[in-house]
């Protein structure tokens, strides 16, 4: 992909193309995920005629790439900068993708019903192909079968080609993402709300196996760069159980011929209890079962690539998101799906990246949080640049599935210090974090993600600092319950 197969429009509120943003006044960081919400970040002079629209709520951005929509969805953050030298100023716009929506609603036991407090059934209950399961659930709670005032405007469904296995799927109120991401893991199904036309469209998609023709290697110049991890299955034996209590309860375990494999390959049986009780359907606790099978049932490949513009390979052209592909790490051969595409248009040029595997499960605030994953940004952005002192940035990173571990996170290029450990926590009922500067404990003792859903800190009291190519690190290092995600953040002030 190359800046020229790029176009950037600007959308208002009912979805009309008001204007396109030039190549050379383009500022844009965008990352699109696989099965869930996408961010995006433009910044535009103040004076710019698109600036006003983007600022009115409901506009947005319809992103396309060689050959298709890339990423389109609103505004949800507009932020106005001035200085001495810049009087006029800039604003910076973030936003999401349109499947926010998905984040936004839940599926509602009655979908006929739009009172959320007078709901009389106690699940609403489908049955068939998981693809025909998943448009009947969009269509009944935010599609055109919704009640008005449910129903998302403009919001159309793309066709259903029945595909997947036969289902049966109960919903009480679960965030209807997550529902359809659930659904999706069990039909090898992708989808998304993307702008087509002057509608938006709720689309879905098989999974692309292109593992046998896309083989990314830097040795073959396919790739500029690339960084592999490669971990234990999550789970190898999920526990399902249903209704009833103590020894009548209904109980089921499932794997598969991959976990299993999974297991004799690192030696370690790793046993998931998964609580179905409002269920008492067999077949539902099956699926309970293989979903968590085909999210963690295999050895986890994870991997970072830079695609080379010009190879024979193109993403966004031979392969994209959502496609299975191959990529050689230390002469090995692995596979994995494409979970993420991230590109940066600015003044120092046109980078693009892809994600393979390590998918984050259906969560508007995880996907807004994975934002800042290796990435600077500023703690203020007003940043007493008034008054000359020295800059504060950030750097921090999104542990998803949250687990023991400690990840490198940054090289320093110049001396700093540390000014706090910052850590969030979603779900769970505990964790402890810390940071390593140069391979010491930043924090004397571990930081306490007592509260979930809540940033907390902590200073350091000796003085931790970086040198030049010293590397910052971050560690948790206790875990309670099993939080979905933490978030750890490192605050450094530069020498």
């Known amino acids: 992909m190359r800046l020229d197969d790029l176009t950037v429009e600007v959308r208002d509120k009912s979805l009309a193309r008001r204007g396109l943003i030039r190549p050379e006044e383009l500022s844009l960081d965008m990352e699109e995920r696989f099965n869930n919400v996408g961010v995006w970040k433009t910044t535009l002079a103040a004076e710019h005629p698109l600036a006003d629209i983007l600022r009115t709520p409901g506009a947005g951005l319809i992103i396309t790439g060689p050959g298709d929509v890339l990423l389109s969805g609103p505004v949800v953050k507009s932020e106005h900068t001035a200085t001495p030298e810049d009087p006029g100023g800039s604003v910076v716009f973030e936003g999401v993708s349109d499947s926010v929506v998905l984040a936004d609603m839940l599926a509602y036991p009655d979908p006929t019903n739009a009172d959320g407090a007078t709901q009389t059934l106690s699940h609403d209950v489908r049955h068939g192909p998981v693809e025909t399961v998943m448009h009947a659930y969009v269509a009944a709670n935010i599609g055109p079968l919704a009640p008005i005032q449910r129903r998302k405007t403009n919001l159309t469904l793309g066709p259903d080609l029945g595909r997947g296995p036969v289902v049966t799927k109960s919903a009480r109120f679960p965030v209807l993402g997550q529902l359809l991401a659930e659904l999706a893991a069990l039909g090898d199904l992708g989808f998304r709300v993307v702008q087509r036309g002057g509608v938006l469209v709720f689309e879905t998609r098989a999974i692309a196996d292109r593992s046998d023709v896309i083989r990314l290697d830097v040795l073959n110049g396919t790739l500029s760069g690339q960084r592999v991890e490669v971990s234990p299955p999550g789970a190898t034996r999920a526990i399902v159980a249903g209704q009833g209590e103590l020894t009548s309860r209904q109980f089921l375990q499932v794997d598969t011929a991959a976990s299993v494999a999974a297991e004799d390959e690192w030696g370690r049986r790793i046993e998931r209890f998964v609580d179905q009780r409002n269920t008492d359907k067999p077949e539902e606790l099956q699926q309970a079962g293989t979903q968590v099978m085909e999210e963690e049932g295999y050895t986890t490949i994870g991997a ?28 090995a051969e692995l596979k994995s799906t494409a979970t993420g595409v991230a590109l940066k248009v600015g003044a120092d040029g046109f980078r693009v990246g892809a994600l393979l595997g390590d998918p984050t499960g259906f969560d508007r605030d995880a996907a807004l949080s994975k934002r800042v994953t290796d990435t600077e940004s500023r703690v203020s952005h007003l940043e007493r640049s008034g ?69 907390l800190s902590s ?15 971050v560690a948790v290092r206790a875990v309670v319950g099993t939080p979905s995600a933490i978030t750890i953040q490192v605050d450094y002030q530069e020498a």
């Open 387 to 455: 008054e000359g002192g020295p800059r504060i940035a950030s750097r921090s990173v999104v542990i998803t599935p949250a687990a023991v571990a400690s990840h490198v996170i940054w090289q320093a290029p110049r001396a700093c210090s540390i000014v706090a450990v910052r850590g969030y926590r979603a779900g769970g009922l505990g964790a402890t974090i810390n940071a390593k500067a140069g391979g010491v404990d930043v924090l004397d003792l571990d930081l306490s993600l007592a509260v979930a859903d809540s940033w």
């Open 304 to 331: 970072q690539v830079v695609p080379v513009d010009d190879s024979a390979m193109r993403l966004g052209v031979d392969w994209s998101l959502g496609d299975r592909v191959s990529v050689v790490a230390g002469g």
């Open 459 to 473: 200073a350091p009291t000796g003085g931790a600092s970086l040198e030049p190519g010293d590397s910052l690190a």
